[in-house]
Every structure is written in C-alpha cells, then in structure tokens.
C-alpha cells in the first residue's frame, strides 16, 4: 500500500553543507527503500513530502522526528494513495530563495515559505505547482 506523508521541520543547521548532505543521503537511501519525494527549504524550514510503502514511509518520518538537524517537526498530512505524485524523483529539490515570490503569494499570506501558519492541503498544493512550473530539481 502506497501513502504521502507531508511534514515541515526547521532546520537546526542552516548551511548549504547541511542541507546538501541531507539530500544527499535521501538521494542515496531512498531508491533502495522505494521511497519518492521532494525537498523545499527557505529561511531556516523544511518541506518535504515522501511517498512509498507505508511501513517504509512511517519508518522514515520516525527517523527523521529523532533526527538532530531537525526540530519542530510538524505532520501536515498523512494520506493513502493510489499512485505517485513525485515518481521521478529520488529526492527532488526546490530552493524557496530562487523562486517567484508571486507563487508563495498565491498560497500563504505572506511571499515566504512558512508551512506552520497553513493546512497541510495548501502546502502539498504549493508543492505540486513547483513541480509543474520546474522549480523542482534533482530528477533521478
């Protein structure tokens, strides 16, 4: 059984360092796993919604609750799904710095990614038209 997990976390380290070295082993990890997903970031917090088997996916947000370069790790939405959304990507990526301020706009009340002050449906929305307009990277 396939499920989507969204959550939001800020980051504990804020470095490029940091957060390439969290992609880097998502990209590393997760085709193994069967597990899909995108990454955002921008002013300090993470995005990021997985999908794969259930067990599989519920271990890894487990994982990443305990993780140290996370804190105030936030469950958005937890869904069963019939396919994928994020197929092609290991872990794509969206750098929030280098996007269209108009687009956060559209979703949140201020042109910054805050996942905190709005539903887990708005935040997977803001997702899927990052994807569609190529601001997600990192296809594998």
């Not at 059984?1 to 590393?28: C, F, K, P, W």
């Not at 997760?30 to 519920?58: D, H, K």
């Not at 487990?62 to 936030?74: L, S």
Request: hydrophobic residues 40%; glycine residues 8%.
């Amino acid at each position: 059984m396939l499920v989507r997990l969204l959550y939001a976390s800020r980051a504990v380290d804020t470095s490029s360092g940091a957060i390439e070295s969290i992609l880097h082993q998502s990209r590393e990890h997760n085709p193994a796993s069967g597990v899909t997903g995108v990454l955002c970031y921008g002013s300090g917090i993470f995005l990021q919604v997985l999908e794969g088997g259930r067990m599989t996916v519920s271990e890894l947000f487990g994982h990443i609750q305990r993780d140290p370069r996370h804190k105030d790790v936030v469950l958005l939405s937890y869904e069963e799904i019939a396919e994928r959304r994020f197929a092609g990507w290991t872990m794509g990526e969206v750098n929030m710095t280098r996007i269209n301020t108009s687009i956060l706009l559209k979703y949140a009340e201020k042109a910054e990614l805050d996942p905190y002050s709005v539903s887990g449906k708005v935040s997977l929305a803001l997702i899927e038209e990052l994807m569609i307009t190529a601001c997600v990277v990192g296809r594998a």
